[in-house]
């Protein structure tokens, strides 16, 4: 089946550390991305990544990382420098040119305590 | 920037009626629109894309249309059933620095009774 996993479904951490979250997707899409969902709001961009080795910060950067060292996986740390963790993680890809379409993952809830 | 904006933010309904879901975004230059359809607590799945040329997009039940000259896309939902009960959100691509990022709108969410 093809698709994009993200792993855990849950996690919980306590405040000041740091996490990662997993992304997979074997589409063979060049563009990769990172979204938070917040109750009542739309969904943010974190980051992306539109070829292997390479990645933009999007609208709310500030306190993840990324790496993007196989075109199959785009793994986010969520580090202690981000202030309100705790969300709703949505990965997605695509062929990454401008008419295609955008597929996502399940999710990671993320619970920062 | 461009903002997507989706009326009304909430819907409840009963079986069997028609249902348009409104999306409007400010800026016009898109490569396309997307609808997505949003279990609680689960990702996103798509249901219809529209590309810029293009005026609607069907699958089963649903229609989605496309005016790019005044910024409007709608989403039909034909006599809507309970398992049509979710958030759904649109979705713009236009040029933005060369990229194709895109800009979500903040979702309807539609609950249907029987």
């Known amino acids: 089946d093809g698709g994009i996993t993200q792993s855990p479904k849950y996690l919980f951490r306590k405040e000041g550390q740091n996490v990662t979250l997993s992304c997979e997707q074997n589409l063979n899409h060049d563009a990769m991305y990172w979204y938070r969902q917040d109750p009542g709001q739309g969904l943010r961009l974190i980051y992306y990544s539109q070829i292997v080795n390479d990645f933009q910060k999007g609208d709310i950067a500030e306190g993840y990382s990324v790496s993007r060292e196989k075109k199959e996986s785009f793994p986010l740390t969520v580090t202690s420098a981000q202030k309100n963790p705790t969300a709703f993680y949505l990965c997605?890809?695509?062929?990454?040119?401008?008419?295609?379409?955008?597929?996502f993952g399940p999710g990671t809830r993320l619970t920062v305590t | 920037k461009q903002e997507v904006t989706q009326i009304p933010a909430a819907l409840s309904v009963p079986e069997g009626e028609n249902l348009v879901l409104n999306c409007s975004f400010t800026?016009?230059?898109?490569?396309?629109l997307q609808w997505f359809r949003q279990d609680p607590g689960k990702g996103l799945t798509s249901l219809l894309l529209i590309q810029s040329s293009q005026r609607e997009q069907t699958s089963g039940r649903l229609n989605a249309s496309l005016d790019k000259s005044s910024g409007r896309s709608t989403l039909y939902i034909a006599a809507s059933q309970p398992g049509d009960s979710a958030t759904y959100l649109c979705?713009?691509?236009?040029?933005?620095?060369?990229?194709?990022?895109?800009?979500f709108g903040r979702g309807t969410s539609l609950i249907v009774h029987p």
């Open positions: 979705a713009v691509i236009g040029p933005t620095g060369g990229s194709y990022i895109p800009t």
């Open positions: 997605a890809s695509s062929k990454g040119r401008a008419f295609d379409e955008q597929y």
């Open positions: 800026d016009s230059a898109i490569y396309n």
